[in-house]
């Protein structure tokens, strides 16, 4: 068994991971076969579920920190930490009409 | 039968079926299941939850269609919510090991969630209980089955009875199906109570608990002038209201006839009849009762509707709507009048909490102190001008002062607008309230720097009289007819026609038949009324004319009490107009 994945993150986007942000890190972390943590300071979260990750309730600049462990932890890090760092909000792409 | 009070909130008679709506809209069955039942509850658990998933799709599809993929994003998170494995389980297990019902488990775990996120201390997140009660409402509504339509979607005539209505169920009710109704809570300024005047529909809140004593469609009478429900009244009582519904609706059908008719006195002088509304969607209330314009659109709804300040997006979505639907006709935008009774939740940091609010920080006060947000409005209401004709009113204009520096500040804005290269409209008329008494006696200073005056009569007699109407200990002493509040409407009027500029009276009492004559009487060739009065205030008019009506002002200014004016006017309005029924 390889060791545990680690990564600090800090929330960027203004109003805190609420519900569309906390979709999109479930749908990445899904996709992933490890487990996958979240951590703030007071609570953890099991990152493929979205209930626990609004019951964290981290504001915009709270710190997080991500934890895999398992197949593929370390590329599942990566792409979360892309998330995080893209500001973990929907496309604001209109529609054509 | 049995009779329950409320407060009257919107006027008018319903009678028909209840449809009634819990405390979330929802009253579970039963609490339990037998053992036995246990395994094809969960089926029925599951097609459920497959039945919502579904339609959480057909929003999500629909959203990133019409909206955009920002907003399909929130259904895509409901959508995972209502698979996620851990609540499923959750559910599921209350309902194997406890026998209870799918609907009592689906509720208590969906209300632990959000009572959760209500919990976490943050405001942003703490609103995202809704979405999880949005979800349980989802899923009950699918574990209940057909029988309990969408209040957007009903097949057939009904009453409603609910626990609370919130403002976005009441302005989504079916005007078609929906005859009036009733709420155990609320009160008379609240957004539904607001809504449901809007809408026309007859209702009545704050009735207290009543749920328990009625049965989904048992009959039931709301009455909207007397703030009474009537549930399953007696024969008497239910033929008695029919008539009374029936004289309703006749006076209604007669006077829809007029909408066509100009309002023009017997001696051919024209009267402009304009409505005063609240929201974008009353325009059609007024323009189909052949009003000549929007007299007054009072813009707080934008701030006391949401918990956000309004964006000038959302200022300027909503003039547009109105000045369009408005073709021609004039738009007058009265800039906020927050303060005093009208406050947002979260934004008392603007408004003094003095003891005495009404002579406080409020109203073109409140905007001049707070210059990002009055110029946020301003700009708004100038890009918008470009689709009609607009005109801007200050409220509660007290100084000339005051008045310039508003004016100053909507050049500035007109300035930034230039520099910036947004279309706007730079010659909009530009006019003030007159509601202040100081005001009113130095109108002829203030007519030539403003292009119309429009007159506030209910703060204007609050300030004239001091009295608070909304005080029941001195509301006895509050007269629109007092002697002194004629002599105030003279003066501004005299002021008007002195310096060629217009003069309306958007207040109460041009709503009230028996002081149109005196109205008229006094100059006065504008009036600004509640959407529902426009047609009988046209038919009056028709039935006037000016010369008689010079008369009657002249008589009621000799009075000296205020009760013998309105006796006076009442008699003389029942001699001119005995058809007059609606509103007396």
């Known amino acids: ?97 | 039968m049995k009779t329950k009070s409320g407060i009257p909130v919107s006027p008018g008679v319903a009678i028909g079926p209840a449809m009634l709506f819990g405390a979330r809209g929802f009253r579970i069955p039963q609490r339990f299941v037998s053992v036995d039942a246990v395994e094809s509850e969960i089926g029925r658990f599951r097609g459920a939850l497959h039945k919502v998933a579904q339609a959480i799709e057909e929003n999500q599809h629909v959203a990133s269609q019409r909206l955009g993929e920002e907003y399909a994003a929130i259904f895509g998170a409901h959508l995972l919510m209502v698979r996620d494995p851990k609540l499923l389980g959750e559910i599921e297990t209350l309902i194997r090991s406890k026998c209870f019902s799918p609907e009592f488990a689906a509720s208590r775990v969906f209300r632990n969630y959000a009572k959760a996120f209500q919990n976490l201390g943050n405001a942003y997140l703490a609103e995202r209980a809704t979405d999880v009660f949005d979800l349980e409402k989802r899923v009950l509504h699918a574990l209940l089955g057909e029988d309990r339509p969408e209040l957007t979607h009903l097949t057939e005539s009904v009453v409603i009875l609910a626990h609370n209505l919130t403002p976005s169920e009441t302005a989504g009710l079916d005007r078609e199906k929906v005859l009036g109704f009733a709420t155990e809570v609320g009160g008379r300024t609240s957004h539904t109570a607001i809504l449901a005047g809007a809408l026309e529909l007859p209702a009545v809140v704050g009735v207290g608990g009543f749920l328990a004593d009625v049965s989904a469609g048992d009959i039931v009478i709301i009455d909207g002038y007397r703030g009474e429900i009537i549930i399953d009244p007696d024969e008497e009582t239910l033929s008695r209201y029919k008539l009374v519904l029936e004289q309703y609706k006749s006076d209604k059908q007669r006077l829809a006839k007029l909408t066509s008719a100009e309002a023009i006195t017997t001696d051919s002088v024209r009267i402009q009849v304009l409505g005063n509304i609240e929201f974008p969607q009353e325009v059609e209330h007024c323009m189909e009762r052949g009003a000549d314009g929007i007299g007054l659109y009072r813009t707080e709804f934008l701030y006391l509707g949401t918990n956000q300040i309004p964006s000038e997006e959302d200022h300027y979505e909503a003039y547009c709507k109105v000045v369009k639907a408005c073709g021609n006709h004039p738009v007058v935008i009265r800039t906020l009048d927050l303060g005093s009774d009208k406050v947002p939740a979260n934004e008392t940091e603007f408004v003094s909490s003095c003891d005495n609010p009404a002579l406080g920080l409020r109203s073109i006060r409140l905007s001049l102190n707070n210059l990002p947000l009055f110029k946020v409005q301003l700009r708004a209401i100038l890009r918008a001008a470009v689709y009609g004709d607009v005109r801007i009113m200050f409220p509660l204009i007290t100084s000339l002062l005051e008045l310039r520096k508003a004016k100053m500040v909507l050049n500035d804005v007109m300035d930034d607008l230039d520099e910036a290269g947004i279309p706007f409209k730079r010659d909009v008329r530009v006019g003030m309230m007159v509601e202040v008494p100081a005001a009113a006696l130095l109108a002829d200073q203030f007519a030539p720097e403003v292009d119309f005056f429009s007159i506030g009569t209910n703060d204007l007699i609050q300030y004239t009289l001091a009295v608070d109407r909304a005080d029941p200990s001195v509301a006895n002493l509050y007269w629109a007819g007092d002697p002194s509040i004629l002599r105030l409407i003279r003066m501004v009027v005299d002021a008007g026609r002195t310096h060629g500029i217009p003069v309306t009276v958007c207040g109460q009492m041009s709503s009230e038949p028996r002081f149109i004559p005196l109205l008229v009487g006094l100059g006065l060739r504008h009036l600004s009324v509640t959407p529902i009065a426009i047609p009988e205030v046209k038919d009056l008019i028709r039935h006037l004319s000016s010369s008689q009506s010079e008369e009657i002002a002249r008589h009621a200014l000799t009075l000296d009490i205020a009760r013998d004016v309105e006796n006076y006017l009442r008699g003389e309005v029942d001699r001119i107009y005995p058809d007059g029924s609606i509103a007396e």
Do not use: W
């Open chain 1, 1 to 97: 068994m390889s060791e545990p994945v680690r990564q600090t993150i800090t929330v960027k986007n203004e109003n805190g991971l609420h519900l569309v942000p906390c979709s999109l890190i479930t749908r990445a972390a899904t996709g992933f076969a490890c487990q996958v943590e979240i951590h703030s300071a007071t609570r953890k979260a099991d990152a493929k579920n979205i209930f626990d990750l609004m019951g964290l309730g981290a504001a915009c600049g709270t710190e997080l920190t991500l934890i895999a462990n398992g197949d593929g932890a370390a590329d599942a890090i990566q792409k979360l930490v892309e998330l995080f760092e893209s500001g973990l909000e929907a496309s604001s792409r209109r529609p054509n009409s």
